[in-house]
């Protein structure tokens, strides 16, 4: 047990300064966490750390689909339904026929049941990969939204193509029609159970008497409780934590106090971030393992067989991309769709947003090493082989890519013919309109004798006249000139505002929760003031 600490305490050491290399490069880093570790299974002390399928399905991966689902916006999730389902179901679907038929030709022995097995391990994109790799490249939101809402989804339907195959390799016996009633009964069996219990949580969160660290917790037991429930009556679990988050996430404003959302929002990307660290480093520590395993004889087939499924992979998901682009455009006549016009740049992109990740590594460990009858497993060896290829070919090869793609394709955002900063101005003059407004009709005997109300009330009115010198062209910039010299001003103030609590804090007669209850402030303050002035910089 102290060994096993002092092995995953190096490795959250290591995580972190990867993640700093990462960032100094500008480079995603589950890319380089990869890399990384793909020498440290070499080192000797790392050697015995092992990644457990049921640690990965049951421990990382509920909150991990709990997060991307709560961070996604319900309504460009919905408003781009249509394309997110056709990739999440049918695309995957296709994808593992086309691998299964193209592997059980290729590899002398491989089964089609073995071969579904394989492509529905590999057909599924990933949500944490996607997510950081698009998080610093500059493409329109329409396209971040479908690439991660069919990151969401097709989990689902992948696993279920997972689970049907390999009852098939064990008990040797497939009944497409059981398995097309079973596919459909496991998906809306899924998505009900995450709903119901997103209902009982919610319940919960707003009617009882709860704190804001009892809510933060109550948001961590809430994804295992969906994920290990759909599970436990064989239903998809994945699809039950997607449905439950997004229910949750919509409705967060009624039964979260703003503390709770608050705190929440940085404990869970905390906590998603040295998740996501561990799970992609452990992929590079697994690969040499999993290429002993192989031995040296079956090594250069093995690399043969696995660049020819990436391939394979790469071809299938372009093909689905312009074909789904074909469809659009011919329902467009015959129904209202979100885009009629995709064209083509669209494709290009999505065809090579096919970054595979977690969800198909604790798949392919998750099958067992020998059969019912104690034979050893079919290719269990040369199928995780496969899938670590696919996983590490993907991320690299693709993900590297990406950003150079990105830039020569040059797509435009035609969902905003408004800038970003012209969009957040103008929320800011409704607020502070509204505000004005509310001050002047139903508090005007405050507004003229409360001192702390004046103050609020002609700060607002500057707040107005700076953002009308914004929007007249000639004024830009000394309103700009003027928000900039009050950031510093404010952040010089704060900080010493600090070091007085600080200094305070020192002396005995001092209580030091008020120091405490000061500083939250100050830290709040200064984080209203980086989300007021940075958000249409990040």
């Not at 249509?82 to 299964?100: E, G, H, Q, Y």
């Not at 007085?500 to 000061?518: A, F, M, P, S, W």
């Amino acid at each position: 047990m102290h060994q096993i600490v002092i092995q995953y305490t190096c490795l959250l050491i290591i995580i972190l300064f990867t993640v700093m290399l990462a960032q100094k490069i500008k480079i995603a880093y589950p890319i380089l966490l990869v890399l990384i570790g793909l020498p440290l299974g070499f080192v000797p002390f790392l050697r015995g750390i092992e990644i457990k399928p049921e640690l990965i399905f049951v421990i990382f991966l509920p909150p991990l689909l709990y997060e991307s689902a709560w961070n996604t916006s319900w309504k460009d999730f919905w408003k781009w339904r249509r394309v997110i389902s056709s990739f999440a179901f049918p695309v995957v679907i296709i994808t593992s026929c086309v691998v299964a038929f193209v592997s059980s030709a290729l590899i002398p022995g491989f089964s089609l049941a073995t071969g579904f097995l394989l492509g529905g391990i590999v057909s599924p994109p990933d949500a944490v990969s996607a997510s950081a790799i698009l998080k610093n490249i500059k493409v329109p939101k329409r396209f971040i939204t479908i690439v991660e809402g069919e990151s969401l989804m097709n989990d689902a339907s992948s696993l279920v193509v997972f689970r049907f195959a390999l009852a098939a390799v064990l008990t040797g016996s497939f009944v497409f029609s059981q398995a097309a009633v079973s596919f459909v009964l496991v998906i809306v069996m899924g998505i009900a159970i995450g709903l119901v219990i997103a209902l009982l949580f919610y319940a919960m969160h707003r009617w009882l008497p709860t704190s804001a660290n009892m809510d933060v917790v109550l948001t961590f037991i809430t994804p295992y409780a969906m994920y290990i429930t759909a599970e436990e009556f064989h239903f998809s679990g994945v699809l039950a934590v997607v449905s439950g988050g997004l229910f949750l996430s919509a409705q967060r404003h009624s039964f979260l106090s703003n503390r709770s959302r608050l705190q929440g929002i940085n404990v869970w990307e905390a906590v998603a971030f040295v998740l996501n660290g561990f799970v992609f480093i452990l992929i590079g520590l697994e690969f040499p393992m999993i290429v002993k395993d192989l031995g040296r004889d079956g090594l250069q087939s093995a690399i043969i067989y696995s660049l020819i499924i990436n391939g394979v992979l790469i071809a299938t998901r372009f093909a689905s991309t312009f074909g789904a682009t074909l469809i659009t455009m011919l329902m467009s006549k015959i129904i209202t769709v979100a885009d009629p016009t995709p064209g083509w740049r669209a494709p290009i992109l999505f065809g090579w947003t096919g970054m595979r990740g977690v969800v198909s590594l604790a798949a392919a460990l998750s099958i067992p090493v020998a059969l019912s009858s104690g034979q050893p497993f079919p290719y269990r060896s040369l199928i995780l082989f496969i899938t670590f290829t696919v996983i590490l070919v993907s991320l690299i090869l693709q993900g590297l890519t990406l950003p150079a793609l990105v830039k020569w394709v040059n797509m435009p955002d035609p969902d905003y013919t408004v800038s970003f900063e012209q969009q957040k101005q103008m929320v800011r003059k409704k607020l502070s309109n509204l505000a004005l407004t509310i001050l002047k009709e139903q508090y005007p005997q405050q507004a003229q004798q409360n001192n702390m109300v004046v103050s609020l009330k002609l700060k607002l009115e500057t707040d107005m006249e700076l953002l009308k010198d914004w929007e007249q062209d000639g004024n830009q910039q000394r309103a700009d000139e003027y928000y900039d010299e009050y950031r510093k001003i404010m952040t010089h103030l704060t900080g010493e505002q600090r070091k007085l609590l600080l200094t305070l804090n020192k002396k005995e007669n001092i209580d030091d929760d008020i120091v405490r209850q000061q500083l939250e402030l100050l830290d709040l303050e200064e984080e209203k003031l980086r989300q007021h002035f940075s958000l249409g910089e990040e």
